[in-house]
């Protein structure tokens, strides 16, 4: 699925939560959302996931203006930092609800739900509850849930910020490999430039609910648009001196 942001803004009140933002993310391409918490990151996510109404501007999935669709009718999978799992019901309860509210077939709901969990490898879980995994195994039920429902766009919202460092590492490996092999446009909010730098095609770079720039982990790296770029992107920071510049005649 193609993504087009147009002009997109979002006001409450007088606080700024998004402002004109444009960009384009292109068919199966994988984009990073990386800022500092409050830049508007998240805000323009839950636009495009139909969360938040925007207060100007256009969303187009494949050319079409979809402002006014419900999150329900877009055809998206979210995954958050809360793993938000129905803690009564099992692995496959948790896989098959999207589906039941689809009202998909009993027998398609199994062998998608059981197809998902060997694909995420947890299909030997099947029977558990939320309360007997491990935060890793809990983060792959979420994103199977995500993908259960063959959705043609992927939220992330700062997915792994619970798990611990080796973890996050397996993870973000196994999410960049899942987007990959099945195709699927994603979006990944992240506060994390490792993360983006690591997992993205392209990075929408923001801060103080504006874009700062837009394009490939090398070229951010290696030519900043601006000087926020440059001291945020880098790990350490680049340096900046104060200097003045005179010619001596002669």
Not at 38 to 60: F, N, Q, S
Not at 135 to 164: C, H, I, M, T, Y
Request: hydrophobic residues 40%.
């Amino acid at each position: 699925m193609k993504v087009e942001l147009e002009s997109l803004t979002k006001h409450w009140g007088d606080a700024v939560g998004a402002e004109s933002i444009d960009l384009t993310i292109e068919d199966g391409e994988f984009v990073a959302f990386l800022g500092p918490s409050g830049c508007g990151k998240t805000t323009t996510l839950l636009m495009i996931a139909g969360i938040y109404k925007p207060t100007e501007g256009v969303i187009r999935f494949d050319g079409q203006v979809v402002n006014h669709l419900p999150p329900k009718d877009r055809n998206i999978g979210m995954v958050f930092q809360s793993y938000a799992l129905y803690p009564h019901m099992t692995v496959f309860g948790n896989l098959a609800f999207p589906l039941k509210l689809q009202k998909v077939p009993k027998e398609a709901i199994r062998e998608r739900s059981q197809r998902v969990a060997d694909m995420m490898g947890i299909g030997d879980l099947m029977g558990r509850k939320p309360g007997q995994l491990s935060g890793g195994q809990q983060q792959r039920v979420a994103l199977g849930r995500a993908l259960v429902k063959e959705p043609d766009l992927l939220l992330f919202d700062e997915p792994l910020s619970n798990l611990d460092a080796r973890l996050r590492l397996t993870m973000r490996g196994e999410i960049k490999r899942l987007q990959a092999e099945l195709g699927i446009t994603a979006i990944y909010v992240t506060h994390d430039q490792v993360e983006a730098m690591t997992m993205a095609d392209r990075i929408a770079v923001m801060a103080e609910g504006r874009l700062q720039a837009y394009d490939t982990p090398d070229e951010l790296y290696d030519h900043p648009r601006t000087l926020f770029v440059a001291g945020f992107v880098g790990n350490p920071p680049m340096n900046f001196l104060d200097v003045e510049v005179s010619r001596d005649d002669g």
